[in-house]
């Protein structure tokens, strides 16, 4: 099946260093891949879309030049956390729709990020 | 913009019963798919069901668009169905991007 693979999946860092995460679609091209956050025991927040040769849209309240996202392939993304802050600390997952025609998303196995 | 509500918020099992989870969204929606997020965090595709219903194994899903509401069925729970069920939906707007719901914490007791 499809699927959808991120790295690092765990990460801890300085504050006021930055941290790039890795999207990678393993088995399908993706023109389109999508950034969540996830605190403790919350549910997931949509951040941004990743469009492959173009700008990153970014959701509401979410800092574009905090979480630079960059689609470099059909078959990858990047978001880097620039210049974390503890309050940066999350699980972030990335995903990807399989074919354009359903729709269905697959999602990565999550990159969980501690800032100290 | 659009709310997805899940209930129960947390649930207890034991082994071997059956439960029900419920999904309640406030607009039209395309698409809605079901997650199981194991404790690593992993979400686990379960069902891919914008109207209708599906099964598979213990799990089945039935979706009432007309009426904005999805259920998941667990028949015979096991101790690994532990974890947190999400729904999610797609707002409508072609833009492939899900909106996820708050979430149903299952434990499973042996």
């Known amino acids: 099946g499809a699927v959808v693979s991120q790295h690092p999946s765990r990460v801890i860092c300085k504050s006021g260093t930055s941290v790039k995460i890795e999207c990678r679609s393993l088995d399908f091209q993706a023109t389109t891949m999508f950034w969540y956050r996830q605190f403790p025991k919350q549910s997931l927040m949509l951040m941004a879309t990743s469009n492959e040769g173009s700008k990153a849209t970014y959701e509401q309240g979410v800092e574009k030049d905090k979480f630079l996202i960059n689609h470099a392939s059909l078959t990858l993304s990047t978001l880097t956390v620039t210049s974390a802050h503890p309050e940066d600390s999350s699980f972030y997952i990335c995903?990807?729709?399989?074919?354009?025609?359903?729709?269905?998303?697959?999602f990565g196995e999550g990159s969980r990020l501690t800032v100290l | 913009g659009i709310q997805v509500e899940q209930s129960p918020p947390d649930l207890i099992l034991q082994e071997g019963a059956n439960s029900t989870l419920r999904c309640n969204f406030s607009d039209s929606v395309n698409n809605l798919q079901w997650f199981h997020q194991n404790p690593w965090g992993q979400l686990i595709n379960l069902f891919y069901?914008?109207?209708g219903t599906k099964q598979n194994g213990r799990l089945s899903a039935t979706t009432v668009a007309t009426e904005r509401y999805s259920l998941l069925y667990i028949s015979s729970s096991q101790t690994t169905d532990s974890g947190v069920y999400f729904c999610?939906?797609?707002?409508?707007?072609?833009?492939?991007?899900?909106?996820f719901g708050t979430g149903t914490r299952l434990t499973v007791i042996p």
């Open positions: 995903s990807a729709p399989l074919a354009s025609s359903t729709g269905e998303l697959f």
């Open positions: 999610a939906v797609e707002r409508g707007t072609g833009a492939n991007n899900l909106f």
């Open positions: 069901i914008p109207s």
